[in-house]
């Protein structure tokens, strides 16, 4: 029986080739993401290993759960303490701020200045050219900044310090911090002395030693600890600091790990049903030759074991060329990806194999494999021989005959899915278990889809393919007629296609709503022309630029705004953002949704709230609430101030409540200039020569970007255009594995149907139409498995907003028409490419030939 086997699948070799695509692409997308999130971390391990090199104990802020509150800090006086314990070769403060750099054209650009140690050994960074700064005036560059602003050695740049003040540096070195980027934007560096008008007092990052020669970590470690003696700060070995930082990097790599883990599942999960299809075709083929073996004395149990040995062969090899062909996926992403994620440009492209990798890749293959084949291996065993050599009954009695209790099943798992949907409509203030909730039902709700598939089938063919019909006439019909002829077959085909455009529809949907809620909220709440705001997070813009743009004839108005962020109580659910503004612009410049109360009371003493924070602090109409900033130094409390609630608003974006501008000095006495100025232009002035007059008043403050409503929208939509391209892309390879199917289901029906397509030859269907009569086939079903996967994926992704939304704030549901017109017809395009080899293997086969196959 096992000769038989072997026999029978290098007969069949050409046709289980398509079958093993779908495990084949399955298994690189596993094994390729556990390879990428190896390399990932081995990059981070190589990376963050600057972190710790030569550095033998490190004195940090704990952060494993002490208080906040504390106003000890790392100083220089802490330097100094430290440099003097018996055993100490050489100590350094780590520190790093936000800072703006001076670009080319005069303006700030939002980057980050870092404090390295005076000993080189203990600084985290490769040095590529020139020397690391010696001397205050002189400054490092990360290689990227350098690159991109094309900056050289011996050349100058300007940073703003803690006062705005411009301050000359000259470029000592250029250096490599590859993945160890602790800020965005551009970078750069300073020695310690260099980096006290940068220092904001808020205490270094990190202090570290170096020991001398023959000293013992924790024996040094001990005697820094009890010199410092700072509360809730840790000193640790380097030995330690190590260890942490390597759990640490394994967490993030981990979590990437574990997300592009879903996406393979998904494409696992599609690519059982493509190979599950195969061996009902595969076995429905070879009934005969299964009853013949029976007659000639092969048990059940041998049929069913020679069936899965089949699908065990086919797994293996199919793991063996997706595990090649992940390890190529993942040095191709990683050198598409480059140096922002793995390392310094130029750096070898990492791709380590290990047992657990190659061990999931084989289990993930074989087994998906097998267990796809099981249920058509036991329909072969319970067909009698005798009855298996006889005519096969018409397949559409015997989705007749099944019918009954597919139904019975469908309405089981609708009832299901229906129930989960209204218990997360019911969780009321529990949105995680109402998404939860809606989340796992409609995941039930797909699965009634796909069991309901072959009763529909026939309905939607006919109604797909009535324009078809009309427009191609015979071609068409017989196409339309052959998706019908098999309804099992057909639905399984395009329920792998379904449930990838699916899952990228509700996704799409949900973003695009998410999108649409927020742009309306922006164009309804922020009616300015025009925001001028500091393009650098910690400076503000100055007083002065109100009056300088205020003096421009073009201009209205021009209204200044000051946030922070203030507490009620204890704990971060009274933490809000508080915004300082002319109340006369509430209703006019800014225009929140009022739920009660009256915009007009706001003013010195009184307060606008979100609903949303007046739920989490039990606020009403009338209460008086006490804040106080929390963006505090050294651990100690701003001065508070009463303020009385005279009015609520729907919760939109980042600000949570609205008060006087007098308010915020109180509150901050450090505080000095704006956040923002919101701009609204005199009737009359177009766009164009508005933002010219604004940008020409703001050309002398570095920090100052003017932007538009359209820009910040843009912004938004940017973001989130990129995490759908990102799902998209992932989601992708599951869309093609069912094209794959497609194709694989066409090709088998083309063999099996060799005589039939012999015979229309021979009755004058030529050539030409009998390929076109095919990729009309393809595409109804790859239609149908699209329109199916667009509309349940609208209606999961209406579910799931409805869930999202809350009284506070709905979301809008809004359907990307043009996404999905491009989604549909890259299907029926793609599905022209699925039938391209089967319609030219079909047009090429003899027509006599043909006629003789049994």
């Not at 759960?65 to 100083?75: E, P, Q, R, V, Y």
């Not at 911090?177 to 904001?200: S, W, Y």
């Not at 505080?671 to 701009?679: E, Q, R």
Request: aromatic fraction near 4%; charged fraction near 15%; glycine fraction near 8%.
């Amino acid at each position: 029986m096992l000769r038989t086997t072997l026999a029978g699948l290098k007969s069949r070799l050409a046709r289980l080739v398509l079958s093993s695509i779908a495990i084949v692409l399955g298994v690189a997308f596993v094994s390729g993401t556990l390879i990428m999130g190896d390399a990932l971390s081995a990059s981070l391990n190589d990376g963050f290993a600057k972190e710790a090199r030569n550095v033998d104990v490190v004195v940090q802020p704990d952060y494993s759960g002490a208080s906040a509150s504390s106003a000890a800090k790392i100083t220089q006086d802490t330097l100094a303490t430290v440099r003097q314990v018996p055993g100490v070769a050489s100590a350094g403060i780590r520190d790093r701020v936000s800072a703006a750099i001076i670009g080319s054209n005069g303006k700030a650009e939002d980057g980050s200045i870092a404090a390295m140690p005076d000993d080189p050994k203990l600084v985290p960074f490769d040095l590529t050219q020139g020397v690391f700064p010696a001397s205050a005036g002189e400054v490092a560059v990360e290689k990227v900044t350098a690159e991109s602003g094309r900056l050289a050695v011996g050349q100058q740049i300007s940073v703003l310090d803690k006062d705005d003040k411009a301050i000359p540096l000259t470029i000592s070195g250029i250096y490599d911090q590859g993945v160890n980027v602790g800020f965005g934007g551009k970078q750069v560096a300073v020695n310690t002395a260099g980096f006290a008008p940068f220092d904001e007092g808020y205490g270094a990052d990190a202090l570290v030693v170096s020991a001398q020669a023959g000293v013992d970590q924790q024996a040094l470690a001990d005697r820094v600890k009890t010199a410092v003696a700072l509360p809730n700060f840790e000193v640790l070995t380097g030995t330690a600091f190590t260890a942490d930082l390597l759990s640490r990097i394994n967490r993030q790599a981990s979590s990437i790990t574990q997300f592009m883990l879903v996406f393979a599942l998904i494409a696992l999960v599609v690519a059982s049903m493509v190979i599950y299809n195969t061996f009902t075709i595969l076995i429905a083929q070879r009934t005969r030759e299964l009853a013949l073996l029976r007659c000639v004395g092969a048990e059940r149990k041998q049929v069913f074991q020679g069936v899965l040995i089949e699908a065990v062969v086919i797994g293996f090899v199919a793991s063996v060329i997706g595990l090649v062909l992940g390890i190529g996926l993942s040095a191709a992403l990683q050198a598409t990806v480059g140096s922002s994620t793995f390392g310094s440009e130029g750096a070898a492209v990492h791709v380590p194999v290990t047992l657990t990798t190659v061990l999931v890749s084989f289990a993930v293959g074989v087994l998906v494999t097998v267990l796809s084949a099981v249920l058509p291996a036991r329909k072969a065993t319970r067909v009698a021989p005798i009855e298996a050599l006889r005519s096969q009954p018409d397949s559409q009695e015997e989705v007749a005959r099944t019918s009954k209790k597919r139904i019975v099943a469908v309405v089981v798992l609708t009832l299901i899915g229906v129930a989960l949907v209204a218990l997360g409509f019911s969780a009321g203030d529990s949105p995680e278990i109402a998404v939860f909730a809606i989340g796992a039902g409609t995941m039930v709700l797909l699965i009634a889809v796909v069991a309901l598939g072959p009763i529909i089938v026939g309905p939607i063919h006919r109604l797909l393919g009535a324009l078809p019909e009309l427009m191609f006439g015979v071609p068409a019909k017989l196409a339309s007629g052959n998706a019908r002829r098999n309804p099992k077959r057909t639905a399984a085909t395009t329920a792998a296609l379904m449930i990838g455009v699916a899952v990228v529809t509700m996704v799409t949907v949900v973003a695009t709503s998410a999108k649409e809620t927020q742009n309306r909220e922006i164009d309804k709440q922020y009616p300015a022309d025009f925001t001028v705001e500091s393009s650098v997070y910690t400076s503000r813009l100055p007083v002065s630029v109100v009056d300088k743009i205020s003096a421009r004839p073009e201009v209205a108005k021009a209204a200044p705004e000051s946030s922070l962020y203030v507490l009620t109580g204890d704990g971060p659910a009274s933490n809000f953002m508080l915004s300082g503004i002319s109340p006369s612009i509430l209703g006019d410049l800014i225009r929140p949704d009022i739920v009660s109360g009256d915009l007009a009371e706001v003013g010195p003493g009184t307060v606008a709230i979100s609903d949303e924070v007046a739920q989490r602090g039990d606020l009403r109409l009338g209460s008086d609430v006490t804040v106080k900033a929390s963006n505090v130094k050294d651990g100690k409390a701003g001065p508070a101030e009463k303020l009385t609630v005279v009015a609520l608003f729907k919760s939109v974006g980042s600000t949570s409540a609205y008060t006087d501008m007098s308010v915020i000095p109180k509150l901050w006495p450090e505080t000095a200039g704006y956040d923002n100025v919101l701009v609204k232009l005199n009737n009359g002035v177009s766009a164009g020569d508005g933002r010219t007059a604004v940008e020409q008043s703001v050309a002398d403050v570095p920090v100052a970007k003017v932007t538009g409503a359209a820009e910040a929208k843009d912004e938004l939509n940017s973001q989130v255009n990129s995490i759908l391209a990102l799902i998209w892309a992932l989601i992708g390879l599951a869309v093609v594995i069912a094209l794959f199917g497609i194709a694989n289901t066409l090709t088998l029906s083309v063999l099996e149907r060799t005589r039939e397509s012999a015979l229309l030859r021979a009755l004058g269907l030529t050539k030409g139409q009998l390929r076109f009569m095919l990729v009309i086939e393809s595409i109804l079903m790859a239609l149908m498995g699209a329109i199916i996967g667009v509309v349940m994926g609208s209606v999961f992704a209406w579910l799931m907003i409805k869930a999202m939304s809350q009284d506070s704030f709905e979301l809008v549901f809004s359907v990307p028409v043009g996404q999905v017109l491009v989604l549909l017809v890259a299907a029926a395009l793609a599905a022209v490419l699925a039938a391209a080899l089967p319609a030219r293997r079909a047009a090429r086969a003899s027509i006599v030939a043909g006629m003789a196959e049994a």
